[in-house]
């Protein structure tokens, strides 16, 4: 079957750097996505990667091991705003094209 | 500005009645999506559909139904409401642009189904 496994939880101080862990088991794999989400509010898109090694887009960056099922998010400079629930998200193929299947998320409690 | 919109944000219902959630979007993407979100769960695929022809189910689409009546307009059909669909629900768009993996997401419906 497929599942995505992330920690629920992570508590970090800020200005510290952070990394949340994201391993899958899926049925195909095209790439892997993070998603953002404040409490009430929509998840907006982070990160893709599709080929193995580092993308980084200002603070945030995100790796991705094709062979060992496994990618993470880096959190660098930490704010307090940071504070949210990050979610992993394996794209794969699905009827007629490609679907997105979701982790649990990891809910990130940055600290003064 | 281009948009997901989602009508309404919130709705109180009870057992055994007919719910619609309804999805509009003006960003001219092709695909639309419904997800679910329950606490701990994450997010979960309900249905998807690639244009106005096309829908699939995705994870969990046992007591929805779904309708594309237009490519920007993806409407969500609880038949008969049961307690444990109360829920958080979001529709998503992607398209080709944005090589398709990014989604962009609505608001969010609040369903209680009591």
């Known amino acids: 079957g497929q599942s995505l496994e992330q920690p629920s939880e992570v508590t970090a101080v800020e200005g510290a750097i952070v990394q949340i862990n994201c391993t899958y088991q899926t049925s195909g794999f095209y790439g892997l996505s993070w998603y953002q989400q404040h409490d009430g509010g929509a998840p907006t898109f982070l990160s893709y990667?599709?080929?193995?090694g580092l993308e980084e887009t200002g603070r945030f960056s995100s790796f991705l091991s094709r062979s060992d099922s496994y990618g993470y998010l880096l959190l660098q400079e930490l704010q307090m705003k940071d504070s949210a629930s990050y979610f992993c998200?394996?794209?794969?193929?699905?009827?007629?094209?490609?679907?997105?299947?979701f982790g649990a998320g990891t809910r990130l409690f940055v600290k003064a | 500005d281009a948009d997901v919109t989602q009508t309404p944000r919130n709705r109180i219902t009870k057992t055994g009645k007919r719910i619609m959630l309804e999805c509009s979007q003006t960003k001219g993407h092709d695909r639309m999506y419904w997800y679910r979100q329950d606490p701990g769960l994450g997010l979960r695929l309900i249905y998807y559909s690639f244009d106005v022809k096309d829908i699939n189910k995705g994870e969990i689409s046992d007591g929805y139904s779904v309708s594309r009546q237009a490519q920007a307009k993806f409407s969500l059909s609880l038949e008969s409401a049961i307690p444990n669909q109360t829920a958080l629900y979001f529709c998503a768009t992607s398209d080709l642009k944005f090589g398709l993996y990014e989604q962009f997401f609505g608001p969010g419906t609040r369903l209680t189904v009591l």
């Open positions: 990667n599709a080929l193995d």
């Open positions: 998200a394996v794209r794969e193929p699905g009827t007629g094209g490609f679907k997105t299947i």
